[in-house]
């Protein structure tokens, strides 16, 4: 186990202790025998059919940017990549990996890892702007207005960078004469900006947070608590960007924390039993979900081949993750 995973799993361990020091065992215990069993399974059928949704989305992005693996191929890679984001502790990063494996028998390494950042940072804007619209027309009760316009200044930035950057770096003195200045050519080939790719990325990534969204309402109506799908809209997306955030396993312990902050603050709508059986839930689907990553990568040759990348390649990846 490297550092930077032995930082994460003990930060996760700190927010853990943290969040079980005002839980009520015996309460906790009482909210978990209440948890209707069939929800807690359509939880999970659903976190892994938002991941189908998520990695088509992905692929699309791949396409664009001229990398040629079969959808199939690209959904192992995927589904690799998230089973050491879930499993492996400092092997190799899981986005790392399926941005190495994605590219696999093309001279693309580079433009598979960035195919796998503008993933990231679309669906970032699109979960930000699901917030962002809500709390416009429906209100932020439950949101200080602090994070709401940390959230606009995120997005308007992610945003002119995609749309802008490809404009002004080509400008700068160092892009045609030094070897990071082709790099950084080939990484913004990979972000899509013709109208019709990024209507179709943007269409999966809505229908992909509004469906984890949704788990949120089953996991709450699995429990007896009534909670609106508008809270949800407006809280779920800064619970999922703070838990995206590369400081704990799994997002362990930041999440339930963060559901605690938002939802089990007064006016509570959970308790905070509830919010650590949220948080449980939700780990177990992650967690299942990408056990079928595990499964591929024992049926196939493609664990071998990462582990034969040169070292060098290994610490660019480790970095990069």
């Not at 396409?63 to 199939?72: C, E, K, N, Q, V």
């Not at 004469?177 to 019709?196: E, N, S, Y």
Request: glycine share 8%; net charge positive.
């Amino acid at each position: 186990m490297n550092t930077k995973s032995l930082i994460k799993l003990v930060l996760s361990i700190l927010m853990v202790v943290i969040v079980f020091r005002s839980v009520d065992f015996e309460n906790l215990r009482n909210t978990f025998l209440t948890i209707s069993p069939g929800a807690v399974i359509l939880v999970v059928v659903g976190y892994t059919t938002g991941q189908l949704i998520s990695s088509v989305k992905w692929w699309t992005i791949a396409r664009s940017g001229g990398i040629t693996t079969p959808y199939p191929a690209a959904l192992k890679a995927y589904f690799i990549g998230m089973f050491l984001n879930c499993f492996s502790f400092g092997m190799l990063g899981g986005d790392a990996a399926r941005g190495i494996l994605v590219a696999q028998g093309q001279p693309k390494k580079t433009e598979g890892l960035a195919s796998v950042v503008a993933d990231r940072i679309h669906g970032l804007i699109v979960l930000s702007c699901i917030a962002l619209a809500t709390s416009a027309v429906m209100g932020r009760d439950r949101v200080a207005p602090d994070l709401i316009q940390l959230l606009l200044l995120l997005v308007v930035g992610c945003a002119a960078g995609w749309l802008i950057g490809p404009w002004i770096l080509p400008r700068l003195p160092f892009m045609k004469t030094t070897k990071i200045g082709l790099k950084l050519q080939q990484v913004m080939a990979i972000f899509p900006r013709d109208p019709q790719t990024l209507l179709v990325i943007t269409s999966l990534s809505i229908v992909f947070h509004l469906l984890q969204i949704s788990l949120h309402w089953v996991m709450a109506y699995g429990m007896g608590i009534t909670i609106s799908f508008t809270t949800l809209l407006l809280v779920i997306p800064f619970v999922n960007i703070v838990c995206s955030l590369p400081i704990s396993w799994n997002g362990l312990g930041v999440r339930e924390k963060a559901y605690t902050y938002f939802l089990a603050t007064a006016p509570a709508i959970v308790s905070y039993e509830q919010a650590v059986a949220f948080g449980a839930i939700w780990l177990l689907a992650v967690t299942v979900s990408s056990a079928i990553g595990g499964i591929v990568a024992m049926m196939s040759e493609d664990m071998r081949s990462l582990r034969a990348q040169p070292s060098r390649s290994q610490t660019a990846i480790e970095t990069n993750s």
